[in-house]
């Protein structure tokens, strides 16, 4: 009979303990367990508080709000106290008798007939805290081993609950603190540009963050857009959630609508477990959805279904699922010109454009260019601990330069530069040969350009496997936008690349 009843309690107290994320209310369910099953008339969990080294009463069954305050014991003081000194489970079979029961709560009014049971509750040998107890022991009640032996069982699943809450809330503080650091990154402070058209996409930025609005972000590659979608995320009042970027131009069309929407279990071969999709996880967050444009038609509409009622299915199920996310796309396409050919769907285009934000290119706000040179020369010399300046006609050459590649090829000239030089100054004939081949006014320097190459066909080829090179880097390997950024199609650079034997694993 009572084998049974310790087994169910015991079964039970492992359940409840986490049963949730509140501390307080699964120890109180567990001990509303012990006493409903064995009997007891109070029970209390301390816990140690590793700064004052004291312990508390975390929760209390059968106490008043007033005793449970007046519980605090130093360690080695009272019965509690000695208990997590030793470590040591201590069993007293008549309080009124024993002159070391502080009864500090003075919950028992009168302490004779009253046995009292206190147990450590330690791992690993960390004493982290002890349970205590109350019984009324009479004869045939009998063994106290019983009790113990149950009371042994049941603190270690407190030690073990108490250590995993512990380690949750320090994770949720390092979140919170990681977080802190994502936002302060995404500042508009860390985002260089004083040019009037760089100030007018601060202020549109500015004033759509707090909206919820569906942003599309337009500009040439390396302008900015990721970085403009991560500042919106971070400074909305969704920035303690998720910001989830999808670049579709980098998965294979076919796996487009399983990442973006997940997949059941069983949904096709192979498909042997469920999958949440992006928009799952941008749940309550922002999803940026990079290079809209190559969104394959079948999926343009189920993403216009996600936009006008917030809800969609997984691959394999007829469950619809709703999701609350805040939509950014960005795209170097001309979208309108997608629409007059019928490869993007116009209501699709009118609900993406709600408020349509255009990055300019860098060549269109080169008075931009000596102040991100300073900032990324800053963020590369700390990085790679160098001391590099650039000299002022390095300057001045850098800021005539048109930059095809934008923000992210200014970035990757500026850590080549501050890696590569020995110098301490860089002066113009150090920049990079692409850089000094290039001249808006006049025709390309002769001297600079030409690198011991035996005639003008090598050296075209030689300047063109550079440029792919160099594109594919900034691309990180994607294919379709280093085409878009040298302007020839996906086909030609494809024929470039075997024919230059360029290994596309490097990127
Ligand atoms: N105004 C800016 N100030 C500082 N860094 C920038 C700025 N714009 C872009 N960058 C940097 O340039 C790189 C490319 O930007 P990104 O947002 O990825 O461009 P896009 O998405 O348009 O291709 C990133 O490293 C980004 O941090
Ligand atoms: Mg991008």
């Given at each position: 009979?009572?084998?049974?009843?310790?087994?169910?309690a015991i079964l039970q107290v492992s359940q409840?303990?986490?049963?949730?994320?509140?501390?307080?209310?699964?120890?109180?369910?567990?001990?509303?367990?012990?006493?409903?099953?064995?009997?007891?008339?109070?029970?209390?969990?301390?816990?140690?508080?590793?700064?004052?080294?004291?312990?508390?009463?975390?929760?209390?069954?059968?106490?008043?709000?007033?005793?449970?305050?007046?519980g605090k014991y130093r360690i080695g003081e009272?019965?509690?106290?000695?208990?997590?000194?030793?470590?040591?489970?201590?069993?007293?079979?008549?309080?009124?008798?024993?002159?070391?029961?502080?009864?500090?709560?003075?919950?028992?009014?009168?302490?004779?007939?009253?046995?009292?049971l206190c147990m450590p509750i330690a791992l690993?040998?960390?004493?982290?805290?002890?349970?205590?107890?109350?019984?009324?022991?009479?004869?045939?009640?009998?063994?106290?081993?019983?009790?113990?032996?149950?009371?042994?069982?049941?603190?270690?699943?407190?030690?073990?609950?108490?250590?995993?809450?512990?380690?949750?809330?320090?994770?949720?503080?390092?979140?919170?603190?990681?977080?802190?650091?994502?936002?302060?990154?995404?500042?508009?402070?860390?985002?260089?540009?004083?040019?009037?058209?760089?100030?007018?996409?601060?202020?549109?930025?500015?004033?759509?963050?707090?909206?919820?609005?569906?942003?599309?972000?337009?500009?040439?590659?390396?302008?900015?857009?990721?970085?403009?979608?991560?500042?919106?995320?971070?400074?909305?009042?969704?920035?303690?959630?998720?910001?989830?970027?999808?670049?579709?131009?980098?998965?294979?069309?076919?796996?487009?609508?399983?990442?973006?929407?997940?997949?059941?279990?069983?949904?096709?071969?192979?498909?042997?477990?469920?999958?949440?999709?992006?928009?799952?996880?941008?749940?309550?967050?922002?999803?940026?959805?990079?290079?809209?444009?190559?969104?394959?038609?079948?999926?343009?509409?189920?993403?216009?279904?996600?936009?006008?009622?917030?809800?969609?299915?997984?691959?394999?199920?007829?469950?619809?699922?709703?999701?609350?996310?805040?939509?950014?796309?960005?795209?170097?396409?001309?979208?309108?010109?997608?629409?007059?050919?019928?490869?993007?769907?116009?209501?699709?285009?009118?609900?993406?454009?709600?408020?349509?934000?255009?990055?300019?290119?860098?060549?269109?706000?080169?008075?931009?260019?000596?102040?991100?040179?300073?900032?990324?020369?800053?963020?590369?010399?700390?990085?790679?601990?160098?001391?590099?300046?650039?000299?002022?006609?390095?300057?001045?050459?850098?800021?005539?330069?048109?930059?095809?590649?934008?923000?992210?090829?200014?970035?990757?000239?500026?850590?080549?530069?501050?890696?590569?030089?020995?110098?301490?100054?860089?002066?113009?004939?150090?920049?990079?040969?692409?850089?000094?081949?290039?001249?808006?006014?006049?025709?390309?320097?002769?001297?600079?350009?030409?690198?011991?190459?035996?005639?003008?066909?090598?050296?075209?080829?030689?300047?063109?496997?550079?440029?792919?090179?160099?594109?594919?880097?900034?691309?990180?390997?994607?294919?379709?936008?280093?085409?878009?950024?040298?302007?020839?199609?996906?086909?030609?650079?494809?024929?470039?690349?075997?024919?230059?034997?360029?290994?596309?694993?490097?990127?």
């Amino acid at each position: 009979m009572r084998k049974n009843a310790e087994l169910s309690a015991i079964l039970q107290v492992s359940q409840v303990l986490t049963s949730s994320l509140d501390l307080e209310k699964n120890l109180y369910a567990a001990m509303e367990i012990l006493a409903g099953r064995l009997g007891l008339q109070r029970g209390c969990v301390f816990l140690l508080d590793p700064v004052t080294r004291e312990l508390k009463i975390v929760s209390a069954y059968g106490l008043s709000r007033e005793e449970i305050q007046r519980g605090k014991y130093r360690i080695g003081e009272g019965i509690v106290g000695r208990v997590i000194e030793t470590g040591q489970p201590m069993f007293i079979p008549n309080i009124g008798a024993e002159p070391k029961f502080l009864n500090k709560t003075d919950s028992r009014p009168q302490k004779s007939g009253i046995s009292f049971l206190c147990m450590p509750i330690a791992l690993d040998g960390r004493s982290l805290g002890v349970i205590s107890v109350d019984g009324i022991y009479t004869a045939q009640e009998g063994n106290v081993d019983d009790d113990l032996r149950v009371l042994s069982i049941v603190s270690s699943f407190i030690a073990q609950f108490v250590l995993l809450w512990e380690h949750l809330r320090q994770a949720e503080n390092e979140c919170g603190h990681l977080r802190m650091q994502l936002k302060e990154k995404f500042s508009l402070p860390n985002i260089v540009g004083e040019s009037a058209p760089f100030q007018q996409v601060l202020k549109l930025v500015r004033r759509v963050a707090a909206t919820d609005t569906t942003v599309l972000l337009l500009g040439e590659s390396g302008t900015g857009k990721e970085l403009i979608a991560q500042t919106l995320h971070y400074q909305s009042r969704r920035a303690k959630q998720s910001f989830v970027a999808v670049n579709l131009a980098a998965l294979p069309e076919n796996l487009i609508e399983a990442e973006l929407f997940g997949v059941e279990k069983g949904a096709f071969t192979g498909a042997a477990v469920r999958r949440a999709g992006r928009f799952e996880l941008a749940d309550q967050g922002t999803i940026f959805l990079d290079e809209i444009g190559e969104l394959p038609l079948n999926l343009q509409v189920k993403l216009l279904r996600v936009l006008q009622e917030r809800t969609f299915e997984r691959i394999g199920s007829s469950d619809s699922m709703a999701v609350d996310v805040r939509v950014v796309t960005a795209t170097n396409r001309n979208l309108m010109e997608a629409v007059a050919k019928g490869t993007f769907r116009e209501d699709l285009y009118w609900r993406l454009n709600v408020v349509p934000i255009v990055l300019p290119p860098l060549r269109e706000r080169a008075e931009d260019i000596p102040l991100l040179l300073d900032f990324y020369m800053d963020k590369f010399n700390r990085l790679h601990q160098r001391r590099v300046r650039l000299n002022p006609a390095a300057v001045a050459r850098l800021k005539s330069y048109a930059w095809p590649g934008n923000v992210r090829e200014l970035a990757n000239t500026t850590e080549r530069l501050v890696i590569m030089t020995d110098k301490e100054t860089i002066a113009e004939g150090d920049l990079p040969p692409n850089i000094l081949c290039f001249n808006s006014t006049a025709a390309p320097m002769r001297d600079f350009c030409a690198p011991g190459a035996e005639d003008l066909g090598d050296e075209v080829q030689q300047l063109e496997r550079r440029r792919i090179l160099q594109a594919l880097k900034d691309t990180r390997g994607v294919q379709q936008q280093a085409s878009r950024i040298l302007g020839i199609t996906p086909r030609q650079l494809g024929y470039r690349i075997r024919k230059y034997g360029i290994d596309l694993r490097a990127f």
